[in-house]
């Protein structure tokens, strides 16, 4: 008998292949004609000279790596000063900046629960929280999108320490959480709250300050708040923010700091440089939600199915998964590269195309991308 380990490998890859769910890798050229509404590059800072210029200068200066954890040789005067002016920026004690945002929510989840512990976690949350979620051993109860009740009920079934977790703006639909509703769930039951902000920063809140800002919470005893770098920012990497106690906890307990490489130094230059953008053009904030509105308002004017957006994603619902792969292919040869979201991505199992505004998109960009997405709309 051959010895085959992975032939169910084979018969996986059917079984996505009849779905419609094969998903493939795209390399995108450095330079292209075709407009895009499918990265999350917010601000418009990807490309910005002080933001590559920095990260070229981090890079000579530093070196092409992190060349360790950074407990060991991968902390660099670069990750202290991010970590300082992100933290008083978002206005919360102190901030860890990780490898990524995935990096950050496993941290922060993991550290600060256990097997005794209680997690309720929204349904719509990203898969990084789920993951965070199954890792740390913490009995966790879903409980249904953005429903405040339903967490305090189910905080109230458990003594003992207990956190709450969500998204700030929901990555599917772009909708957000009712932050002030379910701070005060968490403080009437004791527990505490943990809220991805990955789509809030640099869109939410007084000059991008972020939902948790906007809301009242930043500083907050009680919560904490996880980011990526790599959305408005323009960088790559995660951190997490909150009470300086937690942050100190996080670096003597959390996993994913202590055994990962730290992010390189590139990474951290050029969200220093970001941040510094933000600081002194807030007004980036503004024209990323009109220019969010301005997407929702002609998708919705031309019969389109789209979701009226809390921050900058956009999303128009599809027929199908099958029928949203063609639309998106079909965006894309004409010149609009859109996002393509698809069971198992979306909890609901709603296929969507997936726009996502830029602070740096024009008027006449945003007409011809509605009308793009509106003259290739499956019918039925």
């Known amino acids: ?25 795209r ?43 950074r407990l060991v040789t991968g902390s660099t005067d670069l990750h202290a000063e991010l970590e300082r002016e992100l933290a008083e920026f978002c206005g919360f004690e102190a901030a860890l900046v990780l490898s990524s945002g ?48 339903a967490v305090r009920k189910a905080l109230r079934t458990h003594e003992g320490r207990a956190l709450a977790v969500t998204d700030s703006v929901f990555s599917v639909d772009g909708d957000a959480a009712p932050l002030p509703a379910l701070a005060a769930a968490c403080r009437a039951e004791g527990a505490a709250l943990l809220v991805d902000d990955a789509h809030g920063l640099g869109v939410l809140g007084e000059g991008g300050r972020g939902a948790l800002a906007a809301a009242g919470l930043a500083g907050d005893q009680g919560v904490v708040a996880t980011l990526t770098l790599s959305k408005s920012l323009g960088s790559q990497g995660g951190a997490v923010l909150g009470p300086a106690r937690v942050i100190e906890h996080l670096v003597n307990t959390a996993r994913t700091f202590i055994f990962d490489t ?84 979306v909890p609901d199992g709603v296929s969507r195309l997936r726009l996502t505004a830029r602070a740096d998109l024009t008027d ?14 499956p019918v039925g």
């Open 364 to 377: 006449e960009q945003i007409a011809g991308a509605v009308e793009t997405v509106r003259r290739t709309a």
């Open 102 to 149: 995935y990096a950050a929510n496993l941290a922060a989840l993991t550290a600060l629960t256990g097997r005794d512990s209680l997690i309720v976690s929204d349904a719509g949350n990203h898969a990084s929280i789920v993951d965070g979620c199954r890792l740390s051993r913490a009995g966790t109860v879903v409980v249904p999108h953005s429903d405040p009740d």
């Open 27 to 69: 390399p995108r050229p450095a330079e292209t004609a075709s407009l895009d509404l499918a990265s999350n590059d917010y601000l418009g800072l990807t490309r910005h000279p002080e933001v590559t210029g920095a990260a070229a200068e981090a890079a000579r200066r530093w070196g092409g790596g992190a060349t360790g954890s």
């Open 1 to 25: 008998m051959s010895y085959a380990p992975f032939d169910w490998i084979d018969d996986a890859a059917r079984r996505r292949a009849d779905a419609g769910l094969v998903r493939t890798l």
């Open 262 to 345: 730290g992010l390189a130094p590139a990474a951290a230059g050029a969200a220093l440089a970001g941040l510094r953008l933000l600081g002194r053009e807030p007004e980036r904030t503004g024209r990323v939600r009109e220019v969010a509105a301005g997407l929702y308002g002609r998708l919705t004017a031309a019969g389109l199915a789209a979701v009226r957006p809390d921050a900058a994603v956009v999303s128009v619902r599809a027929p199908s998964a099958d029928a949203a792969v063609r639309w998106a292919a079909d965006c894309r040869a004409e010149g609009v590269v859109v996002g393509c979201f698809r069971p198992p991505s």
